[in-house]
T-cell receptor, first 112, second 114 residues
């Protein structure tokens, strides 16, 4: 079992829907949590970054971390076709090597 | 600001040939990484470097070698290419301290081994 589990999808939703993307993990030492967005044939780019537990909001995007359940989520409100991409979660241990552990990514398709 | 630049973007090799992928970053980052991405497998770390002159093995290092002779460059070499090395390769870099948590990726290098 990988340290970070992420459903690969694809997840297909209509434009305007609320999207929920999730990752679970097994390593309780993870303290830094990131979401990267990767468009087709491009490199991943950082979307959201959260330290420890709690929520962080940036426009239509909300990142949520529940360390007690070892579960992180990314919510996208009012989803747009331009949000169609693969979303990868990544995690880093506190005080460790700073090498991130990535999930396999979830493919999201937002259709008009 | 170019960020992370990978060359070449595309390459086709025959089995047994060798090649080198070049990654260059202009952000003065200490850490550099090479990943491969295959369908359904996500990003897998091949090798990484925590500073000039240092390298370390990642999750899938076999068949690859790396060098970091200059801080801004990280080279990935395939000595004898195999069809199993057909993949998209991504280079990334990050800073130190809290900046080490955020990776900046290149656009990728698509390699096909026949």
């Amino acid at each position: 079992q990988k340290e970070v589990e992420q459903d690969p999808g694809p997840l297909s939703v209509p434009e305007g829907a609320i999207v929920s993307l999730n990752c679970t993990y097994s390593n309780s030492a993870f303290q830094y949590f990131m979401w990267y967005r990767q468009y087709s044939r491009k490199g991943p780019e950082l979307l959201m970054y959260t330290y420890s537990s709690g929520n962080k909001e940036d426009g239509r995007f909300t990142a949520q971390v529940d360390k007690s359940s070892k579960y992180i989520s990314l919510f996208i409100r009012d989803s747009q076709p331009s949000d169609s991409a693969t979303y990868l979660c990544a995690m880093i241990e506190s005080g460790g090597s700073y090498i991130p552990t990535f999930g396999r990514g979830t493919s999201l398709i937002v259709h008009p | 600001n170019a960020g992370v630049t990978q060359t070449p973007k595309f390459r086709v090799l025959k089995t047994g040939q060798s090649m080198t992928l070049l990654c260059a970053q202009d952000m003065n980052h200490e850490y550099m990484y090479w990943y491969r991405q295959d369908p359904g497998m996500g990003l897998r770390l091949i090798h990484y470097s925590v500073g000039e002159g240092t390298t370390a093995k990642g999750e899938v290092p076999d068949g690859y070698n790396v060098s970091r002779l200059k801080k801004q460059n990280f080279l990935l070499g395939l000595e004898s290419a195999a069809p199993s090395q057909t993949s998209v390769y991504f280079c990334a870099s990050s800073g130190v301290g809290s900046g080490a948590n955020v990776l900046t990726f290149g656009a990728g290098s698509r390699l096909t081994v026949l």
